[in-house]
């Protein structure tokens, strides 16, 4: 017999803060893409998946998607995250 674990609700990371507001958020699901303009696999991303309307719809229904220049955020693109 196969049994099924129950489901855990997923959190980020924005669960371990201390700020009320970002933990009002820490159970919605973040797609994160960053990007440059000189990178190959980045507009293929875009085209395949961004440009996609089925596939946009699914974003828009199920995460929070940010979209980040890693050019201009390099600063924040660079920043290894802490071990948890």
């Known amino acids: 017999m196969n049994e099924t674990a129950p489901s855990q609700k997923a959190f980020n990371q924005l669960a371990e ?3 009320p507001y970002l933990l009002q958020h820490a159970d919605n699901p973040v797609f ?3 990007g440059y303009a000189t ?3 980045c507009h293929v991303m875009a ?3 961004f440009e996609d309307t089925e596939v946009a719809d699914y974003l828009n229904e199920h995460f929070v998607s940010i ?3 890693g050019e201009e955020r390099a600063e924040q693109v660079m920043t290894p995250s802490p071990p948890r």
Do not use: A, G, P, R
């Open 39 to 41: 990178c190959h696999w």
């Open 17 to 19: 803060s201390k700020s």
């Open 32 to 34: 994160l893409s960053i």
């Open 47 to 49: 085209h395949e998946s």
């Open 67 to 69: 979209k980040v220049d």
